[in-house]
């Protein structure tokens, strides 16, 4: 099939802004449902809701769109990919079936069992009631308390305690922002160690993995506080190494897709698996339907193949004959900037200044999230507002790029973490020590 030239993204965040821009540079014409203040720069911005399906499919139908990408999970779950399929357009993603992986906690581990690829240990309760019940008989702490469905990523509550785990059921049960993703509590094992996140792209057979990256959850710096959709990522990350991302591709995501396809629900589209790096090994924590925010971000600014050919290679089924990406050498580290008050209420509306000079930086990319045009300026819109990302030749020199792009820019209660990337910079430096000794060692 011609490669598609005109395209339309579903979404309004950081990341539907970079695969806008990422797609456009591949040579394509690019539309965004609805889009931000960042979109319109590099595309077209129809004024039509990412969760408006039966308006999506006739925007694709009257525009003439050659291939739909969709950003968020939302309307992934909703069955945006059957609607666009039943029409005969063409659409990357899974359909609302397949993206239950992500939609339903209890799904997603039901095919991990199938699969046998290693996860946590855990029960599944109907009701608040019976999960309490549960947490007052049982002996081990500490664990993981998780809402069943879609909760913008803040449905996920580690306790170290009985007693937190009990507020964490209480909240699932009684917030209101939950009503919709609590319809079922699961209880799992923490698991300990250090968490990545690797993601591939799959037409339901073959897979083409991505470079392994980190996200950075917590709201605050040393991952303290509340867990938010993402305060910044950096990729590749050093706790993944070549082998490691064999081993993650052969136990997890390949049997996930073979799965999967057993179970009559084939998966094509972004497989995005959350691991924790365990002392027995890699395990699945969760896993997405789609692109990570900020993964996204950090992921397409070192992406110097195209973008486009993989995905309507995805999309017609011919993964298989497709080149490898090509990535460019070094690192990239992508820095949330986020509205006072996230991931709680936020004030909206405050002017944001110095967009142009950060962005005049070379080697600087600002993903707009939560944005909107007012007058002749750029005002925030919601609680994570940019991501200021970096690419450069070390992970070292990434993050000082990303955030000398932070400092330049400016608005009444704007902040972000601090510490996007120490991990991964520490585990650097103790590779180079073992290295070090190794080779001292030898001598």
């Known amino acids: 099939m011609n490669k598609s030239r005109r395209v339309l993204v579903i979404g309004g965040g950081g990341r539907e802004h970079a695969l806008a821009w ?25 004024p039509v809701a990412a969760d408006d399906i039966p308006a999506l499919v006739e925007l694709a139908r009257s525009r003439s769109v050659d291939l739909t990408v969709v950003g968020p999970e939302g309307p992934l779950v909703a069955g945006v990919v059957d609607a666009f399929t039943a029409a005969g357009l063409r659409i990357f993603g899974p359909t609302a079936k397949a993206a239950q992986l992500e939609g339903s906690k209890v799904f997603c581990k039901q095919i991990l069992h199938r699969g046998d690829v290693p996860t946590a240990m855990f029960r599944e309760f109907r009701s608040a009631t019976a999960a309490r019940r549960h947490l007052e008989e049982r002996e081990d702490m500490p664990v993981v308390v998780k809402a069943d469905g879609l909760a913008a990523g803040k449905g996920v509550f580690v306790c170290d305690d009985r007693a937190a785990a009990l507020v964490a059921v209480a909240t699932l049960a009684d917030d209101p922002q939950f009503a919709a993703a609590a319809g079922g509590i699961l209880i799992e094992e923490r698991l300990d160690g250090i968490e990545v996140s690797v993601m591939a792209i799959t037409d339901g057979r073959t897979i083409v993995t991505l470079p392994p990256l980190q996200d950075h959850k917590a709201a605050h710096d040393d991952d303290t506080g509340p867990n938010t959709g993402g305060m910044g990522a950096y990729c590749p990350t050093p706790f993944v190494d070549d082998s490691l991302l064999s081993e993650i591709e052969a136990r997890i995501l390949v049997p996930t897709v073979h799965a999967m396809r057993r179970s009559k629900v084939p998966f094509h589209g972004v497989l995005y698996a959350g691991l924790m790096l365990t002392s027995q090994g890699p395990k699945v924590l969760e896993y997405n339907a789609r692109f990570g925010d900020p993964e996204c971000q950090a992921l397409l600014v070192r992406l110097d ?26 690192a990239s580290v992508a820095v949330v900037m986020a509205s006072e008050g996230y991931p709680g209420p936020v004030v909206k509306g405050q002017p944001i200044r110095g967009l142009a000079a950060a962005a005049a930086l070379e080697g600087v990319e600002v993903f707009q999230a939560a944005t909107r045009r007012e007058g002749d300026g750029i005002v925030t819109d919601g609680g994570r507002v940019l991501a200021v990302t970096a690419v450069d030749g070390s992970l070292a020199r990434a993050k000082l790029l990303a955030y000398t792009g932070v400092r330049a820019i400016r608005w009444l209660g704007g902040w972000c973490r601090k510490d996007i990337s120490d991990k991964g910079l520490r585990r650097e430096r103790e590779l180079l020590a073992a290295e070090a000794v190794t080779s001292g060692e030898a001598t």
Do not use: C, I, M, Q
């Open 305 to 330: 193949s195209s973008l486009l050919d993989l995905l309507d290679a995805a999309t017609d089924r011919r993964l298989e004959g497709v080149e490898p990406p090509v990535w460019k050498d070094g």
């Open 22 to 46: 990422k797609l456009a540079r591949d040579g394509a014409e690019v539309l965004v449902a609805p889009g931000n203040a960042g979109t319109a720069a590099v595309a077209e911005n129809v």
